[in-house]
């Protein structure tokens, strides 16, 4: 499965970014999909999930900002970002579990500052 993360960029703090996630399979036929990111000097973070067995998930610090959605006539995957921080900042990951096997992205920068 490959997986390729766009839409990532430079924004200023309060304003909004949607990141695409485009995958080499189908992306209803995943057990799993989402995103996560990383910052630099810290570990990689849960940011949102689509999980066939528990549904949609997200990370304690974007709740109510981010919404994780799927278009499955494009088979793309999705991640609104609004209100964003200075702490959103970092490379985002498009994850896939399928089949036992994780599948990674190669990552998106966001940078959000003033």
């Known amino acids: 499965v490959q997986l390729v993360e766009s839409g990532g960029g430079l924004v200023q703090p309060g304003e909004s970014l949607r990141l695409s996630c485009g995958a080499s399979g189908s992306i209803k036929s995943f057990n799993l999909i989402g995103w996560y990111r990383q910052a630099p000097g810290k570990q990689r973070e849960l940011v949102a999930s689509l999980s066939r067995s528990v549904g949609i998930s997200y990370g304690d610090s974007v709740k109510g900002r981010f919404t994780i959605s799927r278009d499955d006539a494009k088979n793309l995957l999705y991640l609104q970002m609004n209100s964003l921080k200075p702490e959103d900042t970092g490379v985002y990951y498009c994850?896939?579990?399928?089949?036992?096997?994780?599948?990674w992205g190669q990552g998106t920068q966001v940078t959000v500052s003033s």
């Open positions: 994850y896939a579990l399928f089949l036992g096997v994780e599948n």
